[in-house]
């Protein structure tokens, strides 16, 4: 098991790919035409994110394996993914990554938002799956992983909530204050981009390290 502040980090860089504050003006777009339905909706998302980042948490090290991938291989490849979706947050931008115009356009005429989009890609994309299964390796203790997936589902959490308060969210806060936000998060998640890539490379060409 890590040191605490090592999970404080990793729960920092959680929020900051998952972005549950950031999401919402996308949340309350997606659901304009069932607005009777948002509490459920939210709760829906919620717990569709929790379930994807615990399997990926649970499963990640299987899912490695079966494609014969190399942890420091991952890490590069994940820490080039999440420096990817770091300058487009810098940027105050949502990053094609995570979601497209089509699948924008296909949950405004869709009920069943709160698993996909909203959960997969949208927060619990590529990125913050590749976050988590990289966590996950940093140690193979069994209190290491139920650590892990309990940041999981607190950040999981926040999803719910800050969709239940959205609109009180998006009355209080200004565009211009998620943008603050986003940038903010998007530096933190570059930092740790870098050191997922630079961990990976030293392992992977010895030779750097010298």
Not at 26 to 49: C, E, P
Not at 179 to 198: C, D, K, P, Y
Request: proline share 4%.
């Amino acid at each position: 098991m890590l040191e605490w502040n090592d999970y404080m980090r990793m729960l920092t860089g959680l929020f900051a790919i998952v972005g549950p504050v950031s999401t919402v003006p996308l949340f309350l777009d997606f659901t304009d035409n069932v607005q009777s339905q948002r509490k459920k909706i939210a709760r829906t998302s919620g717990f569709a994110v929790a379930c994807i980042l615990t399997l990926s948490v649970l499963a990640g090290s299987r899912i490695l394996r079966t494609f014969g991938i190399s942890i420091d291989g991952f890490r590069v490849a994940g820490g080039l993914l999440l420096m990817t979706i770091a300058f487009e947050m810098l940027n105050a931008k949502t990053t094609r990554v995570k979601h497209t115009p089509e699948e924008d356009q296909e949950a405004i005429d869709s009920t069943s938002v709160g698993v996909v989009p909203l959960a997969l890609p949208l927060l619990a994309g590529p990125g913050a799956i590749s976050t988590v299964i990289l966590f996950g390796q940093q140690s193979e203790a069994f209190t290491h992983k139920a650590v892990l997936i309990l940041l999981c589902w607190i950040v999981a959490g926040s999803v719910w909530t800050s969709f239940h308060l959205a609109p009180q969210i998006s009355k209080r806060l200004s565009q211009t204050s998620m943008n603050i936000t986003s940038r903010v998060m998007g530096l933190i998640l570059a930092a740790m981009s870098v050191e997922f890539i630079v961990g990976g490379l030293k392992n992977l060409l010895p030779g750097l390290a010298n």
